[in-house]
């Protein structure tokens, strides 16, 4: 069943005594599995006959609702699937949720791969547990574009990497899929002496033969914590097997650029700033269809400080020290944001790059950076800054970073610093000037999580 989470005033359900809490057992005689079915139905018939009951009880009764074509319901569920999360069914030799330390929230411990939350929020599925009933489904209601997890196209190595047989027959899933009228958005994990060099040039060859149906490619280093006891020893990539990695899309690109594939494929922010490349230009993102992914977060970051930098007057003083805290890779971004700064009169900016302990090293994004980690490097690097600015791409939508703090337990494990949340580069400059270009509260910017500060 599904539980109403909140209903909107003067909407058509709270009229007809929808209140939150209640439980939604069927939608005109039909069960709802999940947001797709409510949709389904809610936006089909100006006329709803809805069975719901008082939370865990069987105590039900008919709701008739009335509404104008192609206006809302006026309610909010709770979550998206409601029969159950499809599982992962892998055994992947890099899957991050199998390196997670013991004090991690219990979200990132579940392993789903479920077509639902691929369609609706983009998220990467693999394809190896869809059953036939599924594969109907997707092809029946059009569930289309959605997110997929490749890795490579060659059948034993994707068996041998995702732990699983079922894993080898990607291509006869795509090609049934792309036959279909199905698009999708591609991933490959690359890691280091299994996928990349000749293996990459093979899977790159076999998705430029799915043409319009690939509508964009990510590709990504793996991701390695500390924490991989029991798990095949692997690699992260060195500066120099990652500029390879460029190089050979480039490569690539070059020799297939007839191909609808070769203008579709994004490195990941990682593989640029490790080499210490530059950071591509906007147009080579085409709107960014893997920002979700974290791919082209760097360019959107620089071109979003830029832009909303021309609204500062150039020559105001500033007397402030400030702080910027953020991981290893995100100090790297930020460079020419903070050298731009830095050359405000009476104003210094110092970064403090945090150290991932909590997952390990070898983890430099700042969106996995752990509370416990943030406030110990504060704490110890005694910093004398009036403001010290977090990133709000710590914390989850529930408010909590991956070890579990929310933002007034940091501040209270902080005492006698100022602490701000900042979540893109908007945020950061009406801090910086106090809002002296008429800003508005920081915190009720609505701008996108586009900055990895």
């Known amino acids: 069943m599904v539980e109403i989470k909140r209903v909107i005033p003067g909407s058509p359900a709270e009229k007809a005594g929808l ?45 008739f609702i009335s509404r104008e074509a192609g206006s809302g319901l006026g309610i909010e569920l709770e979550g998206i699937v409601y029969d159950g999360l499809k599982r992962c069914c892998n055994n992947c030799i890099f899957c991050f949720v ?44 059009r569930l289309s574009p959605l997110y997929i997890s490749v ?15 079922d894993a080898a027959g990607i291509m006869k899933d795509l090609k049934f899929l792309a036959g279909s009228g199905i698009s999708f958005h591609l ?19 076999d998705l430029a033969g799915l043409e319009e149906a690939v509508l964009s490619l990510g590709i990504v280093p793996v991701g390695l914590t500390s924490h991989r006891d029991n798990l095949p020893e692997l690699e992260s990539f060195t500066p120099r097997q990652a500029r390879q990695v460029l190089e050979k899309i480039e490569s690539w690109q070059k020799e297939n650029w007839e191909t609808r594939l070769a203008g579709s494929i994004y490195p990941a922010d990682e593989f640029f700033l490790i080499t210490g490349s530059k950071i591509p230009d ?20 620089r071109n979003n400080y830029w832009k909303t ?19 290893k890779l995100g100090s790297q971004a930020l460079k020419p944001l903070t050298e731009d700064l830095n050359e405000i009169p009476g104003l210094k900016v110092e970064v403090i790059p945090v150290e991932n302990r909590f997952l390990g090293e070898q983890v430099t994004v700042t969106g996995l950076l752990a509370g416990d980690d943030i406030i110990k490097t504060i704490q110890q690097k005694e910093v004398p800054a009036d ?22 337990e940091i501040i209270e ?20 000037f106090d809002e002296k270009a008429g800003g508005g509260n920081s915190r009720q910017t609505e701008c996108g999580k586009i900055n990895p500060l």
């Open 19 to 63: 209140e939150a809490g209640l439980t939604i057992k069927s939608i005109n005689g039909r069960k709802i599995r999940d947001y797709i079915d409510y949709l389904g139905e809610v936006s089909t018939s100006s006329r709803l006959e809805l069975k719901v009951c008082l939370q865990g009880s069987e105590n039900c009764h008919q709701i």
């Open 98 to 141: 199998d390196q997670q330390p013991d004090k991690v929230r219990k979200s990132l411990t579940i392993k789903d791969d479920d077509y639902r939350f691929s369609f609706l929020q983009g998220s990467f599925i693999t394809l190896t547990n869809l059953t036939s009933k599924d594969r109907q489904r997707i092809i029946r209601e």
């Open 151 to 165: 890795h490579t196209t060659n059948p034993d190595l994707r068996a041998e990497i995702m732990g699983n047989p």
């Open 187 to 205: 991933q490959l994990v690359l890691i280091p002496g299994y996928n990349e060099k000749e293996e990459l040039e093979r899977t790159l060859n």
């Open 282 to 301: 906007e147009e080579y993102y085409n709107d960014y269809p893997q920002l979700e992914n974290g791919i082209g977060l760097t360019r959107l970051l």
């Open 309 to 327: 930098r021309e609204r500062y007057p150039e020559r105001l003083s500033v007397n402030k020290l400030l702080a910027l805290v953020t991981g």
């Open 387 to 408: 403001l010290v600015i977090l990133p709000e791409i710590i914390f989850n939508d529930q408010g909590l970073t991956l070890d579990g703090y929310d933002r007034a």
């Open 413 to 432: 494990a902080l005492p006698g610093k100022e602490i701000k949340f900042c979540e893109n580069p908007g945020e950061l400059l009406e801090v910086v």
